[in-house]
T-cell receptor, first 114, second 112 residues
Framework: DTAVSQTPKYLVTQMGNDKSIKCEQN?????MYWYKQDSKKFLKIMFS???????INETVPNRFSPKSPDKAHLNLHINSLELGDSAVYFC?????????????FGNGTRLTVT | GESVGLHLPTLSVQEGDNSIINCAYS??????FIWYKQESGKGPQFIID?????DKRQGQRVTVLLNKTVKHLSLQIAATQPGDSAVYFC???????????FGPGTRLSVLP
């Protein structure tokens, strides 16, 4: 059983479109995350979210918005897509603070904006 | 910090040799550290972790060393195998932001 699953695996779209990436975890974790991985493999936090608090990386454009219908899901909505949004987006989950545990990652969504 | 302009460091080792991958972390307040392995087309996979009250931890064929004085973390892989070829990341917990900050990654290539 996949612990963290995200869909779609590939997403090709045109500039200006709005798209969503879905993420679900079945680990019972209380915190979920979105990371962006650029072409140089650098992983950068975009959001972390538990049922109490959304923490946003201040460098993330407000075109990106996380939405969590429940504890097991954290979807990523992107409005007005730009070429620079092309990257691989990873969802992850963990038991957050105060007792940290490892992040469990999904297999990523490769977004290509043309 | 950002890896703008940096190329992914590469470490090439012969099959059967030991590998050592190094990582400098940024925040002296971080108290939990993780090594991840990322294979092509997949998400990062947990390898081993260590908390700041320890300086060494061993797993199966892997050892993590933590030197808090110089804020340095290393991953040692014994008897490196072709299946170990991947990109390896260290990560530290960012207490204030309640997330993990990743290092720039090292690509490990295992030569036959």
């Amino acid at each position: 059983d996949t612990a963290v699953s995200q869909t779609p695996k590939y997403l090709v779209t045109q500039m200006g479109n709005d798209k969503s990436i879905k993420c679900e975890q079945n680990l019972g974790h209380d915190t979920m995350y979105w990371y962006k991985q650029d072409s140089k493999k650098f992983l950068k936090i975009m959001f972390s979210y538990n049922n109490k608090e959304l923490i946003i990386n201040e460098t993330v454009p407000n075109r990106f918005s996380p939405k969590s219908p429940d504890k097991a899901h954290l979807n990523l909505h992107i409005n007005s897509l730009e070429l620079g949004d092309s990257a691989v987006y990873f969802c992850a989950s963990s038991q957050g603070a105060p007792v940290w545990s490892p992040l469990h990652f999904g297999n990523g969504t490769r977004l290509t904006v043309t | 910090g950002e890896s703008v302009g940096l190329h992914l460091p590469t470490l090439s080792v012969q099959e059967g040799d030991n590998s050592i991958i190094n990582c400098a972390y940024s925040n002296s307040a971080s108290d939990y550290f993780i090594w991840y392995k990322q294979e092509s087309g997949k998400g990062p996979q947990f390898i081993i972790d260590i908390r700041s009250n320890m300086d060494k931890r061993q797993g199966q064929r892997v050892t993590v060393l933590l030197n808090k004085t110089v804020k340095h973390l290393s991953l040692q892989i014994a008897a490196t195998q072709p299946g170990d070829s991947a990109v390896y990341f260290c990560a530290e917990n960012e207490v204030e932001g309640q997330n993990f900050v990743f290092g720039p990654g090292t690509r490990l290539s295992v030569l036959p």
